[in-house]
Antibody
Framework: QVQMVESGGGVVQPGRSLRLSCAAS????????MHWVRQAPGKGLEWVAV????????YHADSVKDRFTISRDNSKNTLYLQMNSLRVEDTAVYYC??????????????WGQGTLVTVSS | SSGLTQDPAVSVALGQTVRITCQGD??????VSWYQQKPGQAPVLVIY???NRPSGIPDRLSGSSSGNTASLTITGAQAEDEADYYC?????????????FGGGTKLTVL
């Protein structure tokens, strides 16, 4: 069955960096676009970034542009989010999510359980 | 702030019908998808496209759209439908490709 497991979260000071990983299994990873979505404590969902199935295109939300970078390694079935210059307001649970079908874009059919990132001094 | 607007909270009596709405300019061009999220859990896709349900989603949940408003309707609400519901769609406001979520609606089943 489709499974995604996020890792790499933790407590980090403002201005520092962190890299999240999302290990995927149970499907042909290289056939699907992948997203990161975050949720601050007690708040709603916020889209963070997407990478096309083949890595050819990447887009980031304005709130993280120039600080966060999404990437993928299809040989390792793994999605990444490199987070630099972290701010207190980046504190959230970060979910990786897979598009429901190839090129279904924003229909996020499968989600990991999330990893908590806390930015605090 | 989100370009998709949802009512923060809605309530429904057990067994009755409730409609949760999502408004935004992008909905004139793109379909929405709807997600159900229960406390401590990851979101679950419940409706996508014109009115499609992933496997395992009960048919009492349905979707519709008109103009700049999309709706998620639960016909015969059950206790297990109590959750937060989010809409999302393609963000048509920016220069680059993006996705936007609504602020979410907390559904209470009385």
């Amino acid at each position: 069955q489709v499974q995604m497991v996020e890792s790499g979260g933790g407590v980090v000071q403002p201005g520092r960096s962190l890299r999240l990983s999302c290990a995927a299994s149970g499907f042909t990873f290289s056939s699907y676009g992948m997203h990161w979505v975050r949720q601050a404590p007690g708040k709603g969902l916020e889209w963070v970034a997407v990478v096309w199935y083949d890595g050819s295109k990447k887009y980031h939300a304005d709130s993280v542009k120039d600080r966060f970078t999404i990437s993928r390694d299809n040989s390792k079935n793994t999605l990444y989010l490199q987070m630099n210059s972290l701010r207190v307001e980046d504190t959230a649970v970060y979910y990786c999510a897979r598009e429901l079908e190839h090129s279904s874009s924003w229909y996020l059919g499968y989600w990991g359980q999330g990893t908590l990132v806390t930015v605090s001094s | 702030s989100s370009g998709l607007t949802q009512d923060p909270a809605v309530s429904v009596a057990l067994g009755q019908t409730v409609r949760i709405t999502c408004q935004g300019d992008s909905l004139r061009s793109y379909y929405v998808s709807w997600y159900q999220q229960k406390p401590g859990q990851a979101p679950v896709l419940v409706i996508y496209g014109k009115n499609n349900r992933p496997s395992g989603i009960p048919d009492r949940l349905s979707g519709s759209s008109s103009g700049n408003t999309a709706s998620l309707t639960i016909t015969g609400a059950q206790a297990e439908d109590e959750a937060d519901y989010y809409c999302n769609s393609r963000d048509s406001s920016g220069k680059h490709w993006g996705v936007e979520f609504g602020g979410g609606t907390k559904l209470t089943v009385l």
